[in-house]
C-alpha cells in the first residue's frame, strides 16, 4: 500500500497524542506499546517506524502533554484584558469540569509527580514548562510579580490534585473554592492580585524563651 507524503509523520503524531493523554491519565508506567499501538489503531510491529524505543515516545508524549498545558495557559491570558487575566485563569482552572478531564487537563497535576522521579530529560521538560506559565502570569508589569505567579500557580495546581485524589463531590468542590477565594481575595469580583494583606497568625512566644524577672523591692523602702 502507497501512503501520501506525510503519512509517517501524521501516524506519528497520532501515537504521541494518545500517549500524552494515557500519561496525565494513568502515569508514565501505563505506557505499553502494544497496548498503545492497538488503542491508535495500529499494529505492533509498525511502532519502531516511528520511534527509537519506548522511551523515546514517553518523552516525545511527556513534551507533548507539557506543550498542551503552556498552550492553553497563553490561550486563557490572550483570551482576557490583562487585568482580567488572572480571573480567567482561574475560572477555568478550579472547575468540575477541568478536574474531571485528567486525560485532557493541565499536564502540572498529572505530571508532577511523575517528573519527580522520570529522569533528567523529563524533569528538564516539565521545569522549562512550568517556567512558560510563570513568566507568562507575571510578564505584565501592573500583574503579579514572579515570586506571586509563582504561589498562585502553586496554590491552583495543588488544590486541583487534591481535588481529584479525594473521595467526596462535595468536599472536592470545597478544596477548589477555598483555594480560588484564596487566590482572589475571597472576592469574586477581584479582577487581579488581591491588594488587601492577608491576616498573619499571631506570632507565638518560644517555648525556651526567658520570661523577664520581677524586680525585688528594696528592704530600705517604707
Known amino acids: 500500500m502507497r501512503y501520501e507524503k506525510g503519512h509517517g509523520a ?11 493523554a494515557r500519561i496525565r491519565e494513568r502515569g508514565i508506567e501505563s505506557i505499553k506499546v502494544a497496548g498503545l499501538m492497538k488503542s491508535a489503531g495500529l499494529t505492533h510491529g509498525g511502532f519502531y517506524l516511528h520511534f527509537k524505543s519506548r522511551r523515546d515516545l514517553i518523552e516525545r508524549a511527556f513534551a507533548r502533554a507539557m506543550d498542551g498545558s503552556v498552550e492553553q495557559w497563553r490561550k486563557l491570558a490572550d483570551r482576557s484584558s490583562r487585568d482580567e ?37 523529563i524533569k528538564r521538560t516539565f521545569s522549562s514548562g512550568l517556567r512558560e506559565i510563570i513568566d507568562l502570569l507575571s510578564e505584565d508589569a501592573n500583574g503579579p510579580s514572579k ?40 472576592d469574586p469580583q477581584v479582577l487581579g492580585i488581591a491588594k488587601a494583606p492577608r491576616k498573619l497568625p499571631a506570632r507565638t512566644k518560644r517555648a525556651n ?4 524577672q520581677k524586680r525585688e523591692k528594696s528592704k530600705h523602702l517604707p
Open 10 to 20: 501524521g501516524t506519528s503524531a497520532r501515537i504521541v497524542e494518545c500517549a500524552s
Open 85 to 121: 487575566r488572572l480571573l480567567g485563569i482561574v475560572d477555568y482552572y478550579l472547575t468540575d469540569r477541568h478536574r474531571n478531564a485528567v486525560a485532557n487537563g493541565c499536564a502540572l497535576p498529572s505530571l508532577g509527580a511523575e517528573a519527580s522521579r522520570a529522569g533528567v530529560g
Open 147 to 186: 515570586r506571586e505567579a509563582i504561589a498562585i500557580v502553586s496554590e491552583i495546581v495543588g488544590a486541583l490534585l487534591l481535588a481529584r485524589a479525594v473521595d467526596h463531590p462535595e468536599f472536592s468542590s470545597e478544596i477548589m473554592s477555598v483555594a480560588r477565594e484564596y487566590v482572589l481575595g475571597g
Open 209 to 212: 524563651a526567658k520570661r523577664p
